[in-house]
């Protein structure tokens, strides 16, 4: 019934581009705006071949609702909305942050989500759908340039961007893991190198011998939100102790904002646990959406390294996610090794800039693709406790 239903609307989509309907943006008012659109927004994330967790009416919803309850006045939600004839076909979730040197357009929750993306309805032009919601957002208010980080190659919005983007930071990979090219788990897993499972078999056998070890899908909603406090917990002292940061972590509500997901319908979360004699030694979370996994944070006992737990974690969380039916596992940036061992491919990842004002052109091309970069590469040759004493004195650490 569903794929009548989507066949019909696909050439509903034809004949209406063949009798010429122009696309058509507009961007939501209000919350209010966004819910009466809901029904057709979730139409169009099931109709979507490229939808995402970080495009869709639950994640939108979540991030509305937590700048609310932290009363951020300066929330400024840019949601554009593209129509042909009488049908949404597209939609581009962004929001407009606003500093003293610059105003940026940005993806709609841009400190904790993980990619910038767009949803487009099948048959639809990317390069006219994204132009021209990229001109109703740039045309909605102040804008010295548009933010885009983490653009997945081949996706909606890397195939609309105009060639007059700029490249900015360096290219990252994300693994990926596809469930669904494997009659079932097992048979995924004997592609894994054959030395890796012994290393990993043997890596559970001396830990067993030392005590119990066991590995859980936690679904209680209370046990649930120690979990998220554990790994929000044990990232940010790693990152201290790295001498790093996070766009995420720099956000002080970011903790409150996981937090608020925990009891949401509308965002499913995923929580694994991995115990060593009731001892938590690895952990995380993510989210579940259109059979997609996607990891978000995760920690691990750093004095069990010498066993492997985050990679043995992985393996158990892949498996779990097997038999939950899920086709896919998206392991996030960065392309860690462990994260490689896994992936049946890594998708390329890269952050894009588009210059409004001659401000913006100067901001991008001085700071965003030069000044920044050449930083970060000195930073990251820094002893980490020289690195963690610096971003303490810039305040990023405590």
Not at 197 to 225: C, I, S
């Amino acid at each position: 019934m569903l794929t009548d239903t989507l066949e019909f609307a696909d050439r509903r989509l034809d004949a209406a581009a063949a009798a010429g309907f122009a696309l058509s943006a507009g961007v939501l008012a209000n919350r209010e705006a966004l819910d009466a659109l809901a029904d057709r927004w979730l139409s169009l994330e099931i109709a979507s071949s490229d939808t995402g967790l970080f495009q869709s009416l639950g994640w939108a919803r979540a991030i509305y609702d937590f700048e609310a309850s932290r009363g951020n006045k300066d929330f400024d939600p840019v949601i554009v909305t593209l129509e042909q004839g009488r049908r949404l076909v597209g939609i581009l979730p962004l929001e407009r942050i606003r500093t003293l040197s610059r105003t940026v357009l940005v993806p709609l929750g841009n400190a904790f989500g993980q990619y910038a993306g767009a949803l487009l309805a099948p048959g639809v032009d990317a390069r006219a759908a994204i132009d021209t919601m990229l001109a109703k957002a740039i045309g909605s208010g102040p804008c010295d340039f548009v933010s885009l980080l983490k653009v997945r190659d081949g996706s909606a919005l890397d195939r609309g961007l105009p060639p007059t983007k700029a490249t900015t930071g360096a290219e990252q990979g994300a693994p990926f893991v596809a469930l669904d090219g494997f009659a079932d788990f097992a048979s995924y897993f004997q592609t894994i190198r054959t030395k890796t499972r012994k290393n990993m078999r043997n890596a559970r056998n001396r830990l067993e011998r030392e005590g119990h070890v066991e590995h859980r899908l936690v679904t209680d909603p209370a046990e649930r939100l120690a979990l998220v406090d554990r790994t929000l917990s044990g990232r940010a002292e790693r990152l201290r102790d790295q001498g790093l940061t996070s766009r995420a972590f720099r956000d002080s509500g970011f903790p409150q904002f996981c937090r608020s997901l925990v009891g949401r319908n509308d965002v499913t979360l995923a929580a694994f646990s991995l115990t060593h004699e009731g001892k938590p030694i690895a952990e995380q979370w993510g989210f579940v959406h259109a059979g997609r996994y996607y990891a978000f944070i995760a920690s691990r006992d750093f004095s069990n390294s010498e066993e492997s737990p985050g990679k043995l974690h992985l393996g158990e969380i892949l498996e779990a996610c097997s038999e939950m039916g899920i086709v896919g596992c998206d392991l996030g940036v960065p392309a860690m090794p462990y994260k490689l061992t896994f992936a049946t491919q890594t998708v390329t990842v890269r952050d894009y800039a588009l210059p409004v004002t001659p401000k913006g052109w100067m901001i991008i091309h001085l700071w965003d693709m030069r000044l920044r970069p050449a930083l970060k590469a000195l930073a990251m040759r820094m002893p980490s406790d020289w690195r963690s004493r610096v971003m303490k004195l810039f305040g990023h650490g405590h």
